[in-house]
């Protein structure tokens, strides 16, 4: 690992996570002397990944970090696979859809349907949810062994809600049954009054690259929702354009 680019990326990632810091609190955050520190940020300011918040001391996330975002975005394959079958099922189902990937132990949500109701909706391209807390994330941890292992055994999970399931054992039984069913589901665990259904999307390698799914307003029974196959059919249709062979693959593939 190059430390100057780690120490950079830890920067990035604070940044993000408290939108605005001085120098001091990232030199505190990241247990580095804050000669280190201004090094650091004063490089990431001269190539806009970092910007002085105007008339104080506080730094920022720049405009260059919205324009590498966008480049993923435009060269990710599954998002731009995904918009057709997103349009269909929301139009299916009348709920938001929401296509997310992997970011070590969160989802970041790729592309995001609207409702097809026509009322105001906020974009949640970019939002990033706990895996164990997101039904996108359930449905490819119980495909990614290595990645299911890690998060069960990282140690205590963050609680999001008073409804988050942060009991490794629970969430084991839970990818179990997402193994069994191919879809993953989630009540209230990441945000209060919302709920949600998704299934994975495999490649043509087999590997789980991503998962698709619907918001659903909480107080609805889930086991027997129907949407939930039509959020399975809508996985199984996007993974075959993407060229998987099976789905999902046999428990334990990977």
Known sequence: MIQSVDRAIRVLTALQGARRMSLSE?????????????????????????????????????????RLGNVYLDTLELRSRTIPWAEDLARRTGFAVRTGVL??????????????????????????????ASAIGKAMLAFLPADEKRVLTSGALRSMTGETIISPDA????????????????????????????????DSSGEAVGAI?????????????????????????????????????????G
Not at 174 to 202: K, M, W
């Open 171 to 202: 969430l084991s039984e839970q990818l179990n049954q997402v193994r069994s069913s191919g879809i993953a589901a989630e009540q209230d665990e990441a945000v209060i009054g919302e709920s949600a259904l998704a299934s994975p999307v495999f």
């Open 213 to 253: 799914g619907v918001v659903i307003p909480s107080g609805a029974e889930l086991e027997n929702h129907p949407a939930r196959e039509t959020v399975r059919e809508t996985a199984r249709a996007l993974s075959r354009e993407l060229g998987a062979q099976t789905w999902p693959p046999r428990p334990g593939r």
């Open 103 to 132: 970011l070590i132990d969160d989802v970041v949500i790729i592309h995001h349907e609207p409702r097809p109701d026509g009322s105001r909706q906020m974009p949640e391209v970019g939002i990033v949810i706990p895996v164990h």
């Open 26 to 66: 990232l030199a505190t955050r990241l247990e580095l002397a804050p000669s280190t520190t201004h090094g650091i940020v004063r490089t990431l300011v001269e190539h806009g990944m970092v910007v002085q918040e105007r008339g104080s001391s506080r730094y920022q996330l720049g405009p260059a970090v919205l």
